[in-house]
């Protein structure tokens, strides 16, 4: 059983315009979809029609549109717990156009009151204990996305720390940027995850780089150089994360772990929107790690399942049915 945690859902409202963006014209749509969103919950999903059993943890009022929607996910096994907040679900729009380019609008989210919080959290020990208690074996607990108003930015790493005293034999994965995979970084070693999943400019400024060249590091993997970021994501390898797997847009992925480093190319897949497509990258690692796949299987399979989701029209997430026919090429470093 695997666990997923969304502070903050949503809502994926996704455009998909007949042409390119005209900034303050008139813009044609080509369609309109709407369907349940967040970091935590894409990942759920990728999971769950892959063949895994999820359960994914949201806070959401009774009365959302989001609950509705969610029960229809119950047929591929994938459990939502809903939380009941006194807030509305935030609505997210993304707006791509015909080459692949994606401009997303997301919403802050209503905010959580502090005993919200507290229940969120409850409800988390609850899935924890409940598969245990089933011999479940919740092999994994991933903690994504944003974190909504009120609540602290050191909430992930306070989570780690509650999961690892429930629950030690749990792997953690965190999928998030800015004020907590700050907040994160600095709680390490104690509330070091097992997976982390940064762009390149979020690995160099988790690695403590000058802005400029925590920038440079994916443009230096597009032009070959890897190497810098290997060294980057070794230095939270060496305070205590598990694994660190940089993802660099059209450059690929960079896997760093105790045992070595490894880079992997994007499958060549048309690209039409990238919406969900880091999520499906974590769900991907995340699937080939409870098959008790090697670290170079699992950075090619997040690869595939991050291509396959590009592949895809809208808020559209990847299905074994869906991975490019070719794999992607992973290199040690």
Same mark, same amino acid.
């Given at each position: 059983?695997?666990?997923?945690?969304?502070?903050?859902?949503?809502?994926?409202?996704?455009?998909?315009?007949?042409?390119?963006?005209?900034?303050?014209?008139?813009?044609?749509?080509?369609? #309109?979809?709407?369907?349940?969103?967040?970091? *935590?919950?894409?990942?759920?999903?990728?999971?769950?029609?892959? =063949?895994?059993?999820?359960?994914?943890?949201?806070?959401?009022?009774?009365?959302?549109?989001?609950?509705?929607?969610?029960?229809?996910?119950?047929?591929?096994?994938?459990?939502?717990?809903?939380?009941?907040?006194?807030?509305?679900?935030?609505?997210?729009?993304? #707006?791509?156009?015909?080459?692949?380019?994606?401009?997303?609008?997301?919403?802050?989210?209503?905010?959580?009151?502090?005993?919200?919080?507290?229940?969120?959290?409850?409800?988390?020990?609850?899935?924890?204990?409940?598969?245990?208690?089933?011999?479940? *074996?919740?092999?994994?607990? #991933?903690?994504?996305?944003?974190?909504?108003?009120?609540?602290?930015?050191?909430?992930?790493?306070?989570?780690?720390?509650?999961?690892?005293?429930?629950?030690?034999?749990?792997?953690?994965?965190?999928?998030?940027?800015?004020?907590?995979?700050?907040?994160?970084?600095?709680?390490?070693?104690?509330?070091?995850?097992?997976?982390?999943?940064?762009?390149?400019?979020?690995?160099?400024?988790?690695?403590?780089?000058?802005?400029?060249?925590?920038?440079?590091?994916?443009?230096?993997?597009?032009?070959?150089?890897?190497?810098?970021?290997?060294?980057?994501?070794?230095?939270?390898?060496?305070?205590?994360?598990?694994?660190?797997?940089?993802?660099?847009?059209?450059?690929?992925?960079?896997?760093?772990?105790?045992? =070595?480093?490894?880079?992997?190319?994007?499958?060549?897949?048309?690209?039409?929107?990238?919406?969900?497509? =880091?999520?499906?990258?974590?769900?991907?690692?995340?699937?080939?790690? #409870?098959?008790?796949?090697?670290?170079?299987?699992?950075?090619?399979?997040?690869?595939?399942?991050?291509?396959?989701?590009?592949?895809?029209?809208?808020?559209?997430?990847?299905?074994? =049915?869906?991975?490019?026919?070719?794999?992607?090429?992973?290199?040690?470093?």
């Amino acid at each position: 059983m695997i666990i997923t945690l969304t502070p903050n859902p949503s809502l994926d409202r996704t455009v998909t315009l007949a042409g390119p963006l005209v900034r303050g014209g008139v813009n044609r749509l080509r369609s #309109v979809t709407t369907e349940p969103g967040g970091k *935590g919950l894409n990942v759920a999903r990728v999971l769950a029609r892959s =063949g895994q059993e999820v359960t994914a943890i949201l806070p959401a009022p009774d009365y959302d549109p989001l609950v509705s929607a969610l029960k229809a996910l119950d047929a591929v096994g994938l459990s939502a717990v809903t939380v009941d907040v006194a807030g509305a679900v935030r609505i997210n729009t993304a #707006v791509t156009e015909p080459d692949g380019t994606t401009t997303k609008l997301n919403e802050p989210g209503a905010g959580l009151a502090t005993a919200e919080v507290g229940a969120v959290e409850a409800a988390l020990r609850e899935a924890v204990a409940v598969g245990a208690d089933t011999g479940a *074996g919740n092999s994994w607990a #991933v903690l994504s996305g944003s974190l909504p108003p009120g609540a602290p930015s050191d909430w992930y790493a306070r989570l780690v720390g509650l999961l690892r005293q429930a629950a030690p034999w749990l792997r953690i994965a965190v999928d998030t940027s800015d004020a907590p995979l700050a907040a994160l970084a600095a709680a390490l070693p104690d509330a070091a995850p097992d997976l982390i999943k940064p762009n390149g400019e979020e690995l160099g400024q988790l690695a403590g780089l000058p802005a400029e060249r925590a920038t440079a590091l994916e443009e230096g993997a597009i032009a070959g150089d890897y190497a810098p970021v290997a060294a980057a994501a070794r230095v939270l390898v060496d305070r205590g994360v598990r694994a660190v797997m940089a993802t660099l847009g059209g450059a690929g992925a960079v896997l760093v772990t105790a045992d =070595g480093a490894w880079r992997a190319s994007a499958p060549a897949v048309p690209v039409i929107s990238t919406v969900g497509a =880091g999520d499906s990258s974590v769900a991907g690692y995340i699937l080939a790690d #409870v098959r008790g796949e090697s670290a170079p299987r699992r950075l090619a399979t997040a690869m595939a399942y991050g291509s396959a989701a590009a592949g895809l029209p809208g808020t559209t997430l990847p299905g074994p =049915g869906d991975l490019p026919d070719r794999s992607a090429v992973v290199t040690e470093l």
